[in-house]
């Protein structure tokens, strides 16, 4: 099968839980609904059957040009990771796909869309708008994919999924997969699906953490963060590393913070452009920085399976969004390690995502830079100190003379 061998190219040769599950059913074109966790394998047992039907299916026709299937993403950086996973899947088979999102020029798009695609992976906005101008024809798509629907849900996006569904009005497969199943996103399937079959990759109730990651979480000091952020930069084994952290402006701080203390840092928050973000991605892909500042926002649809540490600067605003940040490690069967550093005006925040996700760490220890429980912890080198090197420039950072907004200052 073209298909397989493509992935096997690339190493790809074992299946996860949810493509398992997922894929008999998706083949025999029934509608569907995949709940997993983040960094399961979700792509591919969407995108396998998508493209075997695409390319070889006896109730979906000729392909001519005009969209067969139509894959929806909450976010820019999720529709670029997922195009790319179905382009390499796609290597074998004679099937054209586009991605299309905000931020890119129409006029690039509305060609790609001209010249004939088989397969259109897309946030909502940008897909709803070339549809309503005429560019985007959905009456022949056969396989609707919505991914990550709970992020779309939190994103406000839920409209714009409903008009999509809405202009679906042919004989259709329909595949929705969500790490969590809120009301709205069940209210959904209900409407606008065929007797999906629901499919969980894990027990019901299991943690909704990877036991593939180590959490360390405890107090740090505001003043001291920085520092404390070093030294676990110096870990031993450490490799791809994302930084969270809650704002913008904290972001383009941290990033440059740790830039002036001699690592190679990029950084992806809504300050900046589209193709500036997707260059600090792009370089975080293939090793040039091998450190990532970002928002919660700008990282969601980050999908690299060899990320070596999370490390929370600020602790996230709810629980859901801690499973979403630390769950960007210990992905595809990979180990890793998150580190939430609780500020001391955080500890509300923190008891409340401890109580909801039961992890028994309702009061984490206060330690510094210099505590040896932080080296311990961590197999943080006694050798490690402040900086590393001479300062860089971080990658997408601040342009001289400018504030993180991008305006330039007045003297």
Not at 6 to 14: F, H, K, M, Q
Not at 106 to 132: F, K, M, S
Not at 275 to 285: I, N, V
Not at 333 to 349: F, N, P, R, W
Request: glycine share 10%; with cysteine; aromatic share 4%.
């Amino acid at each position: 099968m073209e298909i397989c061998e493509a992935l096997a190219a690339v190493g790809i040769t074992r299946t996860f839980a949810i493509q398992e599950l997922t894929l008999p059913l998706a083949l025999d074109g029934t509608d569907l609904i995949g709940q997993a966790r983040t960094g399961m394998g979700k792509t591919y047992a969407f995108g396998v059957p998508l493209l075997d039907r695409v390319f070889d299916s006896a109730d979906i026709e000729e392909l001519d040009g005009s969209p067969r299937a139509l894959v929806v993403v909450p976010t820019r950086e999720l529709a670029v990771q997922v195009g790319r996973d179905l382009e390499v899947a796609a290597a074998k088979l004679p099937v054209r796909l586009a991605t299309i999102y905000g931020g890119r020029p129409y006029e690039e798009q509305i060609e790609a869309l001209t010249e004939g695609v088989d397969v259109v992976v897309g946030t909502p906005g940008r897909l709803l708008d070339l549809h309503n101008r005429g560019e985007l024809k959905l009456d022949k798509v056969a396989v609707l994919v919505l991914d990550e629907a709970d992020e779309m849900l939190d994103l406000g996006f839920l409209p714009d999924i409903e008009k999509i569904l809405a202009a679906l009005t042919h004989q259709h497969q329909t595949m929705l997969f969500s790490a969590t199943m809120p009301g709205p996103i069940l209210s959904l399937s209900r409407t606008f699906m065929n007797r999906p079959v629901h499919i969980r990759a894990e027990m019901t109730g299991s943690a909704q953490t990877h036991s593939t990651t180590e959490q360390v979480v405890f107090q740090a000091h505001r003043m001291d963060k920085p520092a404390v952020t070093a030294r676990i930069l110096q870990a031993r084994g450490r490799g791809r590393t994302i930084i969270f952290a809650r704002t913008k402006r904290t972001a383009a701080d941290v990033a440059e913070e740790l830039a002036g203390r001699g690592f190679a840092v990029g950084a992806v928050h809504g300050d900046m452009g589209q193709p500036a973000r997707e260059r600090s991605l792009k370089a975080f892909r293939d090793g040039t920085v091998d450190i990532l500042v970002a928002t919660d926002v700008a990282a969601r649809g980050i999908d690299i399976t060899d990320v070596t540490h999370v490390i929370n600067y600020q602790t996230p605003d709810d629980p859901m969004t801690y499973v979403h940040r630390i769950g960007r490690t210990g992905r595809a069967g990979h180990s890793g390690i998150a580190v939430t550093l609780v500020g001391y005006d955080e500890l509300m925040k923190w008891k409340s995502i401890n109580d909801e996700l039961d992890l028994d760490r309702p009061e984490p220890p206060q330690w510094f830079s210099t505590s040896p429980e932080l080296h311990e912890a961590l197999d943080i080198p006694g050798s490690a100190g402040d900086t590393v090197g001479p300062a860089r420039k971080v990658l997408g950072g601040k342009a001289p003379g400018k504030t993180p907004g991008g305006r330039s200052r007045r003297r």
